[in-house]
């Protein structure tokens, strides 16, 4: 199983990335899919979830309203797209899937079974 994500990079305070998540030898329809962002010196937090029916998503309020998460179930790809982006948005941003995540418990997203190695986010004032 390998999930990998790329769509980052450097762009001015309220441009947009779209992030892309696809995974290989993992169906995402079988599992749920979130985003976690982590900045140098913060913890691991996550910014979207989009539960395995792909009924429910999650968002925190820091990302409410500005990013949304998306399946494309032919590509096997889960994406986040992120507007209104703020120096605060900056970070590594990480694809995770879990077959027994539950979105709409926050304090299970540990349990995720499989992560990328992130691409970077990077957003200048």
């Known amino acids: 199983v390998q999930i990998t994500e790329s769509g980052g990079g450097l762009v001015q305070a309220g441009g947009s990335l779209n992030l892309s998540c696809t995974a290989s030898?993992?169906?995402?329809?079988?599992?749920?899919v979130a985003w976690f962002r982590q900045a140098p010196g913060k913890e691991r937090e996550a910014v979207s979830c989009l539960s395995r029916s792909g009924q429910y998503t999650y968002y925190p309020d820091s990302v409410k309203g500005r990013f949304t998460i998306s399946q494309d179930s032919a590509r096997n790809t889960v994406y986040l797209q992120m507007n209104d982006l703020t120096p605060g948005d900056s970070g590594m941003y990480y694809c995770?899937?879990?077959?027994?995540?539950?979105?709409?418990?926050?304090?299970?997203?540990?349990?995720?079974?499989?992560w990328g190695k992130g691409t970077q986010v990077t957003i200048s004032s």
């Open positions: 030898g993992l169906p995402f329809d079988d599992y749920a």
């Open positions: 995770a899937a879990g077959y027994t995540v539950d979105c709409t418990v926050v304090d299970g997203f540990d349990a995720m079974d499989y």
